[in-house]
């Protein structure tokens, strides 16, 4: 059985700010996973039972690019994407703070989906607009 609590990474993202992350997947025994023919997709949500999503990152979007044989899957939001992230300005955090959570899910050509990360995304307050 696979340990999920291996799988909890949390992010960090800055209102107005650009978000990247690139993520490298290996193998159980530690090598590289080629990527070829993956698609992947992640949400986030302001918790687990929303209806609502706060953002979509896909690879149909063009906001997670997937390196195949490199085994890497490059994330990526824009200033303005991130700025439209909802901060709760009165959270009582210095700075202030909203917490949302996410996964990250890859999709093999046959529609098998696995997931691959999940946890919290702090996004903080943008001061300057």
């Known amino acids: 059985m696979q340990d999920i609590s291996a799988n909890r990474y949390n992010l960090t993202m800055w209102q107005g700010s650009t978000f990247g992350l690139l993520i490298t997947v290996k193998t159980a025994n530690g090598s590289i996973q080629n990527l070829s023919n993956y698609s992947a997709r992640m949400q986030i949500r302001s918790d687990y039972a929303s209806g609502t999503t706060a953002e979509?990152?896909?690879?149909?979007?063009?906001?997670?690019?997937?390196?195949?044989?490199?085994?890497?899957?490059?994330?990526?939001?824009?200033?303005?994407?991130?700025?439209?992230?909802?901060?709760?300005?009165?959270?009582?955090?210095?700075?202030?703070?909203?917490?949302?959570?996410y996964d990250l899910e890859l999709i093999d050509s046959a529609n098998n989906v696995t997931k691959l990360l999940y946890g919290d995304v702090n996004v903080y307050g943008e001061v300057t607009r």
Do not use: C, M, Q
């Not at 044989?69 to 703070?97: C, E, H, Q």
């Open 56 to 101: 979509s990152l896909t690879t149909s979007n063009g906001e997670i690019t997937v390196e195949g044989a490199n085994g890497n899957l490059v994330l990526s939001l824009s200033a303005t994407r991130t700025a439209n992230i909802f901060v709760d300005l009165l959270s009582g955090t210095k700075p202030p703070k909203s917490v949302y959570v």
